[in-house]
């Protein structure tokens, strides 16, 4: 038999997807305020080379980047951190229509899991309305996707910020 342990902690990650850079402005200081000051941060690539779901709340020039923030997450936290991201979306929001989309994940030395509202055969319910799904898995020293993970979450550029973060995991 098993014996319960608590696992150590992941990294918190950030997909942010924009459409003006005030909104983004506004929306990190938020972020810092809740999850503390963002770490490493990729570049930013417009969304529309992956998919156009997003134009019609956001526009047609929605933006995107990742980033790391603060230190050490807690692996239980991931739901409650979906529920504050949704909080500043919401607040933000102008006529209903979301200006900023924050999707946290949780990155560990073994994988990235992602947190959600939508349920689907591959997402497990945590807890609150939130799902967690299983995005990219490390594997033969890189992560790598899986069938149902996200084009941008595939693209080799994502995977190596990834990689990059998760040294400052493992030390």
Do not use: C
């Not at 000051?37 to 929605?62: A, C, I, K, L, N």
Request: charged letters at 25%; hydrophobic letters at 35%; zero cysteines.
């Amino acid at each position: 038999m098993g014996s319960e342990r608590v696992p150590p902690p992941g990294r918190l990650v950030m997909g942010v997807l924009y459409s003006q850079d005030d909104a983004l402005e506004e929306a990190e200081e938020r972020v810092a305020e809740i999850f503390g000051s963002p770490g490493q941060r990729t570049g930013t690539v417009p969304f529309q080379q992956y998919t156009g779901y997003y134009d019609r709340e956001m526009g047609h020039d929605v933006k995107r980047f990742f980033l790391s923030l603060g230190g050490s997450f807690q692996r239980g936290a991931l739901a409650e951190a979906k529920l504050a991201t949704n909080r500043i979306e919401r607040d933000m929001a102008l006529s209903g229509r979301r200006v900023v989309n924050l999707d946290p994940g949780l990155l560990t030395p073994e994988s990235l899991i992602l947190a959600t509202t939508k349920p689907y055969y591959h997402r497990i319910y945590l807890a609150k309305g939130i799902y967690a799904e299983l995005t990219l898995i490390f594997r033969k020293g890189s992560y790598e996707p899986l069938r149902w993970t996200y084009p941008d979450y595939r693209e080799e550029w994502t995977r190596r910020f990834f990689n990059d973060v998760r040294k400052g995991i493992l030390v």
